[in-house]
């Protein structure tokens, strides 16, 4: 199947699923009660794993996959919220939108993202 037709769909609706990310984080940085805001950021972070999946950037779908099973621990109350937590989660929201950027310039998504999985990897025990 040639996605290639959906790619502006794709990075539009990326970048919305960033913003809400974002917006999300800020919000939940105020206040780590608010599990609203814990199931809104997840629910950006999956459909983002899943588009990406589908549109063959793995790079993209790995990190927002990491994403998603640390806050679905979060949302479990196996781990605790915190700052650490939190500047993880920016830092992902960061690299994401760098490598939106890249897509949209038509370039591979390619970061070395190693350094960030290792965190987030670290952040689950």
Do not use: W
Not at 49 to 74: C, F, N, R, W
Not at 100 to 122: H, Y
Request: overall charge negative; proline content about 2%.
């Amino acid at each position: 199947m040639d996605v290639s037709r959906y790619l502006d769909l794709f990075l539009e609706e990326s970048m919305e699923h960033l913003q809400t990310l974002n917006l999300g984080l800020l919000s939940l940085e105020k206040d780590s009660n608010r599990l609203d805001l814990l199931d809104e950021i997840f629910r950006a972070a999956h459909t983002l794993k899943g588009m990406s999946a589908t549109m063959g950037y793995d790079p993209v779908a790995q990190l927002t996959h990491k994403m998603e099973s640390l806050l679905e621990k979060i949302k479990e109350r196996k781990i605790l919220l915190n700052q650490e937590i939190v500047n993880t989660l920016f830092q992902c929201v960061d690299a994401l939108e760098k490598m939106l950027l890249m897509i949209r310039e038509g370039e591979t998504p390619e970061l070395d993202l190693k350094n960030l999985l290792k965190k987030l990897n670290n952040l689950e025990k």
